[in-house]
């Protein structure tokens, strides 16, 4: 059985007591439906503010959580005003998401900036989660996760259909050695649809992954 990677990305949502509420749900929904986490990695990547708090949340009720960042600075500690470097995140996050076309399309983010922020995520003994819309994307060879993510998909309720999903991850795989997950439009339903095939390794979950019910059934689906 290969192991998944079910990764929520609440990209700019969640005050800091709508994020303790989603915890206590979580966990109150996770303990009374025992769900079998034996193969499957649950990540939340938070707003950048809320990780210190979570990350305490989560040591101190022991919940099968590790936590991402959505993004990271290209540059070091320093004069960088409004940025959050690699050693500021350090003690927070296992993984980091990198390339979201959300970060590419507003922030104008290139595959050399791109580049650079793998560098950072990997100098710190972090795991880069790399999103790209389709195998052609050029993906930095220490990046060992990549989330296939086309744009028509993204927050439109309109996913990508597993057989296609299937057949770029494939690609993926094939050109860069790398594992693959799926987003756009995942939830509870069509969720087992992408993991059941053989080169989708996990989903990257946006606005699914907002609330609590939603997001541990399509963890218990995937
Ligand atoms: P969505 O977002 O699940 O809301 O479509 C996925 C993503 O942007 O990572």
């Known amino acids: 059985m290969k192991n998944l990677f079910i990764v ?9 007591s709508e994020a303790l509420i989603w915890l206590e749900e979580f966990q109150k929904r996770l303990e009374g439906e025992k769900i079998d986490l034996k193969h499957k990695e649950v990540i939340i990547c938070p707003p950048f503010f809320l990780l210190p708090l979570m990350k305490k949340i989560i040591k101190q009720r022991v919940l099968p959580i590790r936590l991402g960042a959505q993004d990271i600075s290209q540059f070091g500690t320093g004069s960088y005003t409004g940025e959050i470097s690699a050693s500021l995140l350090y003690d927070y996050i296992d993984f980091c998401i990198v390339g979201h076309s959300e970060r590419r399309r507003y922030f104008n983010e290139d595959d050399e900036i791109l580049n650079k922020k793998v560098g950072m995520v990997v100098g710190s003994n972090k795991i880069p989660i790399f999103c790209v819309e389709n195998a052609e994307k050029p993906i930095p060879k220490e990046v060992k996760i990549v989330a296939y993510e086309p744009v028509f998909a993204i927050d439109s309720g309109s996913p990508d259909t597993p057989e296609n999903a299937q057949a770029i991850a494939a690609e993926i795989t094939r050109k860069n050695s ?45």
Do not use: C, P, R
Not at 8 to 16: M, S
Not at 201 to 218: C, M
């Open 178 to 222: 790398t594992e693959v997950l799926y987003g756009g439009s995942v939830n509870s339903k069509n969720v087992a649809g992408f993991t059941q095939k053989e080169n989708i390794h996990g989903v990257l979950v946006g606005k699914a992954s907002l609330d609590s019910a939603e997001f541990l059934s399509i963890v218990k689906n995937a």
């Open 8 to 16: 929520g990305n609440w990209k700019a949502n969640k005050t800091e």
